[in-house]
């Protein structure tokens, strides 16, 4: 910096910053990891079990790296970038219709971890959904793209299902059951809006009209 306060050619920031046109134009990098590594024992941090998803138009991959949702054509060489998480994304998943697509995020013990939900045609932020803290573990859409429901991490210790339209959460439950171990993975209904399935390490929770009826109001 000058003595005057003027910011020196080539600081970054300034106008003559020679990396301040840089945008990024293509990556290589994979950090998930496929079905048979995401059963029984965790992955190693950082890896995001099935983070592979074909979307429904089959015309596109998309999986995470790092801070970023990738969205790559499979028969044309193409990349769009979806930027917007502060810190590396834990989970990610796309909408029956292929019109959503959502991920979240680690971040420190007792902050909250994001949950951001994409536009995929437009390719832009609908929505930043915040109120598990630590980790997303699992994401799911409902079949008829009415909800979202989201898995916290072991430190969070909840499931929050949110409305899609509305972007806001509309009710929740701890997410421990003590005959199923701490949930680790979600899987929704194909047919049914209101019911969905949690496992962890013992078994299986089957979750429905009673969570989004009975539980807890947020």
């Known amino acids: 910096m000058s003595g005057g306060g003027a910011m020196a050619t080539g600081e970054p920031g300034s106008p003559h910053d020679p990396l301040s046109g840089l945008r990024l134009e293509a990556v290589i990098g994979f950090n998930g990891s496929d079905l048979s590594e995401s059963r029984g024992v965790r992955n190693a941090e950082g890896h995001v079990p099935s983070g592979l998803i074909c979307h429904p138009d089959r015309e596109h991959f998309i999986y995470p790296l790092g801070c970023t949702v990738i969205v790559q054509g499979i028969n044309v060489r193409t990349q769009d970038f979806l930027h917007g998480h502060t810190n590396n994304v834990s989970c990610v998943t796309v909408s029956s219709s292929g019109s959503y697509v959502a991920s979240g995020q680690i971040t420190f ?6 949950i951001i939900l994409w536009d995929y045609q437009k390719r832009e932020m609908l929505a930043r959904l915040s109120l598990h803290k630590g980790k997303i573990e699992n994401l799911a859409f409902s079949p008829n793209d009415l909800y979202l429901v989201s898995l916290g991490g072991q430190d969070d210790g909840s499931m929050v299902v949110w409305s899609v339209q509305k972007k806001e ?47 807890n109001k947020l």
């Open 169 to 215: 959460a509309i009710c929740g439950s701890p997410a421990s059951a003590r005959s199923a171990g701490n949930p680790t993975t979600l899987v929704y209904s194909n047919c049914r809006d209101e019911m969905f399935v949690s496992a962890g390490k013992y078994g299986f929770v089957l979750l429905g009209k009673s969570l989004f009826h009975f539980e």
């Open 109 to 114: 013990m007792g902050f909250k971890a994001d």
